[in-house]
């Protein structure tokens, strides 16, 4: 976006109004077989995954949560394959690197690919797994041009070889996955792409949660995390105080089951929490809570790796643990809390007020840069026009916000004391947007700034 736009948030004790993007989409970050490093690819799911990441086996954390996540309700979601800072294509050079065949993506997946050369016919044969191809030329340049149109392999060839050469094996490739930087990747899925909620299945540190929540303050976000399969109720509770700043934050536990044709697979639960927030957010925006039984109730899941009984889901709970369990004969997501309440206001920790928060952010922030290259008249009318496209936004959003006897539950500010003269003649517009989030709940305050509008007239 070309307009600079700042969002914080603050609990006042006076008054003070939102928008609209796809919040209930997912960002899955982590490991996958194949496809492009970093590059955020939105998917609507299983089979768009597998067309462009492949199969389980190149990252059985992230294929299971996506996997869920579609069959538990979950609409869209981008795909962010990371890779660590030296990632390597695989590659053969065939008779002194006169043929050179070289994966277009990095990683290990092609390992074990081959390319061999008929020098009769002269002709490159690839043996892709399953999948075997050729290309002809009579000449280095017209086999290579031959060869372009391969949608996995680059090939180039600097002169013909004089006579055959055997079936060789790509080697090499490697995604560095080992020594993936979190902040790093997660830097690719930018603001830009809108709200909603990220994980990366298989990290589950301190320095995850960190990274995570940096980024979700950010992007105005919310991070699910979860932690090792097997961990017990109080290490659970442990992991979650460890979190030192978890505004944006949710932990979801414990593992969870699903039956296959070879027994029970055990998965993160943050594909479960994915898919009930999805359904939630569809049905009645990104206020509803996806702990509500029409939402929350696993549609595919099997089983907990461990269930709770009602006292041990209050400890969880009051630890701001987000417990699946069994209640009723019913497997349900059962808890929905960041880790950290939004500016310490405890009555505001459900993660539904974080989610709407961001969606506010988001289209507040959409309006804004609207207005970059607008000219800001001395009249005050495009004032006027941006605090009335920010009420249009909030009204629309009006089942999300809760209202007061001389409010409808929200408040744009536009005035001189968010605009001041020199503010405006510099060509930046300013909105306080406070939004009630819950009955008794004070106003949160959204400021808004779009710093790259045209000078005053």
Known sequence: MSARVTVST????????????????????????????????????????????????????????????????????????????????????????????????????????????????????????DTTVTYT????????????????????VTSLPASNVSATALASGTDDYSNVVIATSLAYLDADLGDGAVVWPGKVSSATAAALQSHCEDTNRLGILSVA?????????????????????????????????????????????LGARARAHAAEGPQASPIRDIYGKAQWVTGVEEDTTAAEWTSLNNAAVSVIRTSNGNLRLYGWKTLDAPDDVTNLQGAQFRDVINRVAVGAQQIADSFVGRTIDGKGQALGEFRGQLVGFLSGMKGAFFEGA?????????????????????????????????????FVTIEITATDAAGAI
């Open 229 to 273: 399969s097997g961990t017990s109720q109080a290490n659970a509770i442990a992991a979650a105080a460890a979190v030192t700043d978890g505004a944006n934050l949710v932990l979801a536990w414990p593992h969870v089951t699903v039956s296959t044709n070879s027994g029970d697979l055990t998965i993160e639960p943050t594909g479960v929490a």
């Open 406 to 442: 001389d409010d409808p539950g929200y408040v744009v500010d536009v005035g001189s004391g968010v605009n001041s003269t020199s503010s405006l003649a510099a060509g930046e517009i300013a909105a306080a947007v406070g939004v009630r989030l819950a009955p008794t709940a004070e």
């Open 137 to 156: 030329g009579t000449t280095a340049a017209e086999l290579q041009a031959a060869a372009a149109v391969d949608p996995d392999v680059d090939v180039t």
């Open 10 to 129: 603050q609990a006042i004790a006076s008054p003070p109004p939102g928008v609209v993007v796809d919040s209930g989409q997912a960002f899955i970050v982590g490991q996958t077989q194949r496809g492009p490093a970093h590059v955020p690819t939105r998917i609507f799911g299983l089979a768009d995954f597998r067309a462009v990441f492949g199969e389980r086996s190149g990252g059985t954390d992230l294929y299971d949560v996506v996997a869920s996540a579609f069959k538990e309700g979950l609409g869209s979601a981008y795909i962010l394959r990371a890779v660590g800072p030296s990632p390597v294509n695989a590659t053969i050079g065939l008779d002194s690197a006169k043929i050179v065949a070289t994966a277009k993506e990095p990683g290990a997946f092609a390992n074990g690919w081959t390319a061999a050369y008929t020098s009769a016919s002269k002709t490159i044969t690839l043996v892709k797994g």
